[in-house]
């Protein structure tokens, strides 16, 4: 019998080796898949959710105007409008070889009253994606920007500011930069008021453009408004008169302040020189400076009612006493004072009246030098007047401890000291207001602010009576106001000059106060170097003040107080008899 022998089965040389190798790299295949997943999953998602969430996630932001100023009676004197925004997008341009077409770039560039090289040079880096090619277009070259089709170029909407009054209250309001960040005034004073936080919405998107998920949404924060005290209608009644006196009399520059006696508002603040904040093409530093805060002047007989006023109030005279002023001068420490006639005996009021240098003299040595400066001081010299403007000046009251005869004389008729227009106008109001002292404010007031008595009621009234002899038979009859009772001082005094001593200028000025009977407006008007002959407070500053007065009552309807001066007619039946 045959034996069969079974083979035995044997493997090619190689197979397991093969087999342990390929389940080797299977693994470290599928573990570097594993790490990698680990890697993106835990340690490190964020840059890949970022690409991820670049491809579907969208914000908008939600814009917010900058806020308005209005006047008191709600008149915008500060607006933002909407207008277009040229620009390019420099890659696109490149891809659509738009730049080839030079006629419409030409025509683009005579829009923009630019050489077309000079406009080419913006936008020939396609790395770019971004440039402005022209901020802020009126609306007929937005539209012909338009119909030009120029591809990589476009328009987007922005926000400028319109200043309505143009340049009446330049100065006060001032102005922002092409970006609507404040640059001047009340602007810059309270950008961060008048500046909203534009809202964000950021939502996901799916490839067909569609909205499937609200991430967030942030709430804009809407900018606030300023309410001034102004009356843009005295604001404009008051810069039209200082404009034509300030041209007629040939000076440097002028100012005026009209004050709320009541509440301490101003109620307006005008100078001359002035710009226009909506055209910017020839704008000149010295016209955008606010001369009623920031420049100060030697006042000049202006300071004469508050030297019969510490009189009055250190009881050293009472208002019927008289005061020799005879010979018309005085001698003083080898320097002389001296009135331009001999006046004789003089009661309070005449000396005021007459604006006599010896008389007030004599009242300023007789009270103290100390006595002087502290009623200077309670009329608000020397310090600010609340009203918390940029630039606002404080003047110069010395407080040295040593004065000579001189200069105490020097200080009673306004030398030695320098106040800003503001601060006389408080000074003023002080006296209008019965002898309350409280913040002037540039906003306005639901209810006064809180004042403090800072003089004798009596002995201010007793004054302002005075003043009204001043206007009525005085240095200021020129400030007359037919139908109302004005009480005022007229103010002239030469500039010193930059070597010492005193130069061949002069500052006119003049503080009134109106109606007598119950008053209502401080105006005070100051005009700096008259290039006349008539540079006198009386005949260069009292004029406009009579004029500012007179529409400030009809625009107040505050009716008259006076009607013996003026004739009144009355409305009769069946004609003229």
Known sequence: MAVTRRKKHTEPAGTRWRFYTAVFLLFGVFSALIARAAYIQVISPDAFSLQGDMRSLRASSVAVQRGTIVDRNGRELAVSVPVETVWADPKRIADKDALADEMRWQALAETFRMNRKELVSKVDDPSKRFVYLQRKVT??????????????????????????????????????DIDGVGQEGLELLYDEHLTGK???????????????????????????????????????????????????????????VVLDVETGEVLAMVNSPSYNPNNRADLQSFRMRNRAITDSYEPGSTMKPLVVLSALEKGRHKAGDTIDTSPGWL??????????????????????????????????????????????????????????????????LSGRRRWSDFETATLAYGYGLSATTLQLANAYNIIANGGKKRPLTIFRQESPLPAEQVFNPDNTRAVMHMLEEVVRDGTAKAAQVPGYRIAGKTGTTRKT???GGYGDEYVALFAGIAPVSDPKVVVVVTINEPGTDDYYGGTAAAPVFSKIVSQTMRLLNIPPDNLDDTQVHAAGFGGDK
Do not use: F
């Open 139 to 176: 609306p007929s070259e937005a539209d012909y920007v338009k119909q030009l089709k120029i591809p990589g170029v476009y328009l987007k909407t922005e926000s400028r500011r319109y200043y309505p009054t143009g340049e009446i209250s330049a100065h006060l309001i001032g102005l922002t």
């Open 198 to 256: 534009p809202g964000k919405r950021v939502y996901r998107k799916d490839a067909q453009g569609r909205v499937v998920e609200e991430i967030s949404q942030t709430d804009a924060q809407q900018p606030k408004q300023l309410t001034l005290s102004i009356d843009q209608r005295i604001q404009a009644t008051a810069y039209t008169e200082l404009k034509k006196a300030v041209r007629y009399n040939q000076a440097t520059s002028g100012s005026a």
């Open 331 to 396: 001698r003083i420490g080898g320097r002389r004072v001296s009135d331009p006639r001999d006046y004789g005996e003089l009661t309070l009021s005449e000396v005021l009246e007459h604006s006599s240098n010896v008389g007030v003299t004599k009242i300023a040595l007789d009270l103290g030098v100390d006595s002087l400066l502290q009623t200077y001081a309670d009329a608000g010299l020397g310090s600010d007047t609340g009203v918390a403007l940029l630039g606002e000046s404080i003047g110069l």
């Open 497 to 499: 000059k930059a070597t």
